[in-house]
C-alpha cells in the first residue's frame, strides 16, 4: 500500500489512522480493512493519503492539513476522538466517515458487536463454562463499552456472577499487557475457567501466561479472541473467535464516502453494521457440571 503526493492527486481521500499499539500498517486487522479500502477508492478513481499527528505543524489542525493536502473526503479509522481538532471533522463540512468506531452524526462502518459478544459468551457458557472472565481494550470507545455492557447483559441473562476481578481493562493489540492480565486471572482463587479477550493478538499473550503457570489449552483454561485473523486461525489449537467482514467494511467505507462527496444530496447517512461469524476453533473445552 502506497500514499501518494495528494497535491498532484485531483481525487484524492485522507485517511487518520494513529493506532494505539504503534503497529501502524502491520496491524493485522485494519490492514485487511485498509487495503480493501484503497482497492475500492483506487477503482473509482481516487487515491489515498495518510495523515498522522506528527505531520501537523505547531498550531495546525486536522482541518488544516486535509485542505492542505487538498483532500476531498476523509476516513478516520484510528483516533482519539476526544481532540476538540477531530470533533471539528464532524462539522467542518470535509466528507467524513468513521470505521469501527460510532462518533457524533458521522456516518460510519463498524461489526455487529453486540451479536458478537453474545455468540462468544453463549459459547462459552454451552460448552458448560460458568466462570467466565472478559479482559477487553481501553474503554474510551463506543465499540469496547458496548462490548462490556453486553457480555454484563448475557451474563446476567443466564443468571452466571461476574466477580469485579473478573472484567480487566488491557489494550487492543498489546500481547505483553493481556499476558500480564491473563496470568493475574489465572492466579486467583477461584479463577476462570474462560477468559475472553480483547482481540486475537491477545491470545498470543494468554498462550504464554498459561504455559508460565503449567496450563494446557483448553484442559485447564479456556480462551476466545475477537477479530478472525489469519494468524491465530493457523495456531494449534485454532483460535475460538468472531471474524469480523474486514474486505466488506473496507469497501463499503470507501463506496459511502465517495458517495458523501459526489452525491451528498443522496448519501447513505446511517452506520453500517456488519454481521459477524463465530469461528469454534480448539480453544474451549467442554467442561461438566463440577466446575
Given amino acids: 500500500m502506497t500514499a501518494t503526493n495528494a497535491a498532484d492527486c485531483p481525487h484524492t481521500l485522507g485517511i487518520i489512522y494513529e493506532e494505539e499499539s504503534g503497529r501502524g500498517l502491520t496491524h493485522p ?5 485498509l487495503e480493501a479500502f484503497r482497492k475500492k477508492a483506487e477503482e473509482l478513481g481516487y487515491d489515498i493519503t495518510f495523515i498522522h ?3 501537523l505543524q505547531e498550531g495546525e489542525s486536522w482541518q488544516d492539513r486535509l485542505k492542505k493536502n487538498s483532500c476531498a473526503g476523509v476516513c478516520i479509522v484510528c483516533a482519539y476522538f476526544e481532540d476538540p481538532s477531530i470533533k471539528e471533522l464532524s462539522v467542518c463540512g470535509i466528507p467524513c466517515i468513521t470505521i469501527d468506531h460510532l462518533y457524533r452524526k458521522t456516518p460510519a462502518v463498524l461489526s455487529d458487536n453486540e451479536t458478537g459478544v ?3 459468551v453463549e459459547y462459552a457458557i454451552q460448552q458448560g ?17 458496548t462490548r462490556i455492557i453486553q457480555f454484563r447483559n448475557v451474563m446476567a441473562f443466564y443468571d452466571l456472577p461476574v466477580p469485579k476481578e473478573y472484567i480487566r481493562e488491557g489494550l487492543y493489540d ?5 499476558r500480564s492480565i491473563v496470568q493475574e486471572l489465572l492466579s486467583l482463587e477461584e479463577r476462570p475457567t474462560c477468559i475472553l479477550l480483547p482481540d486475537d493478538m491477545g491470545y498470543l499473550g494468554a ?4 504455559a508460565r503457570l503449567g496450563l494446557r ?8 479472541g475477537y477479530d478472525g485473523i489469519p494468524l491465530t486461525q493457523a495456531l494449534e489449537p485454532k483460535l475460538t473467535t468472531i471474524r469480523q467482514s474486514t474486505t466488506q467494511m473496507g469497501i463499503t467505507a470507501a463506496e459511502r464516502l465517495i458517495s458523501l462527496i459526489e452525491n451528498p444530496q443522496n448519501a447513505n447517512r446511517m452506520p453500517a453494521i456488519f454481521p459477524i461469524e463465530l469461528l469454534e476453533g480448539g480453544t474451549v473445552a467442554k467442561i ?4
Fill in 29 to 33: 486487522f485494519f490492514i485487511l480493512i
Fill in 53 to 55: 499527528h506528527t505531520a
Fill in 118 to 120: 453474545r455468540k462468544l
Fill in 129 to 145: 463454562h460458568k466462570r467466565i472472565a472478559y479482559v477487553h481494550g481501553h474503554n474510551n470507545s463506543v465499540v469496547t463499552r
Fill in 174 to 178: 498489546d500481547i505483553t499487557l493481556t
Fill in 207 to 210: 498462550q504464554e501466561a498459561a
Fill in 217 to 224: 489449552i483448553p484442559e485447564d483454561i479456556s480462551f476466545e
Fill in 288 to 291: 461438566g457440571n463440577s466446575e
